[in-house]
């Protein structure tokens, strides 16, 4: 376990990527669009909560369109129960859920921290193989892309499309066989009692890294 390692499997939220603002303050901002007056900080206390109680960001057996409708229920339902533990028991305007998916899908709700891209191109350099391994869904992808990572990488992952999530072991095997390693020639570097969990089960070291993040972020 302590020799130089062949690939990396990396995490993207909390790891490589973060939030620029709150969850809760993207929420309100986008709900008052729509004619909704929301407390950021109402929201910031229980979308952590809530997202941990979600059932897996995983749809074993869908792929396509399918898939994509999956992951937008899966989040309009986490964006429902936001909405109404945080005081407004109502229906939301249709159009609501939908412009938050779309919100979280570009760049300008993410940053990329500042040591990130510099690490990549090293170990690229250095001729490891990279892998994303994410508890997201296919925004994942086009996301990376938009923030100049996608060129730095050999494959990424979602656990909606791989029909898995960490803390199993699937998303990270997947990795490997993308990579072609065994998992005594990869280590995973993560933030979360997840990756550690996940990467235990796969037979990968894992690395765990301390970001700061803002607040509702779980």
């Not at 990579?179 to 550690?196: A, F």
Request: one cysteine or more.
């Amino acid at each position: 376990m302590t020799m130089r390692p062949q690939g990396l499997l990396l995490d993207a939220m909390g790891t490589l990527i973060g939030l620029r603002q709150s969850v809760g303050e993207s929420y309100a901002m986008v709900a008052e669009q729509h004619g909704i007056s929301a407390d950021p900080e109402t929201l910031n206390r229980v979308f952590p909560r809530l997202f941990r109680q979600a059932p897996p960001l995983a749809f074993p057996g869908i792929s396509g369109a399918a898939l994509q409708t999956a992951e937008q229920q899966w989040w309009g339902d986490l964006i429902a129960a936001c909405f109404e533990a945080s005081g407004h028991p109502d229906p939301l305007p249709e159009a609501l859920p939908a412009a938050l998916f779309e919100h979280f899908a570009g760049p300008e709700p993410w940053l990329v921290y500042p040591d990130v891209a510099g690490h990549l191109e090293r170990w690229r350099q250095a001729g490891l193989k990279l892998a994303v391994v994410s508890n997201f869904d296919q925004r994942l992808v086009p996301l990376l892309t938009a923030l100049g990572l996608e060129p730095l990488l050999d494959a990424v992952v979602v656990s909606s499309a791989v029909g898995a999530a960490k803390p199993e072991a699937l998303p990270l095997q997947r990795a490997l066989q993308l990579l072609e390693l065994e998992p005594e020639q990869v280590w995973h570097i993560g933030d979360s009692p997840e990756d550690e969990a996940s990467a235990r089960a796969a037979g990968v070291r894992c690395l765990l890294i301390q970001r700061p993040k803002p607040d509702g972020t779980p």
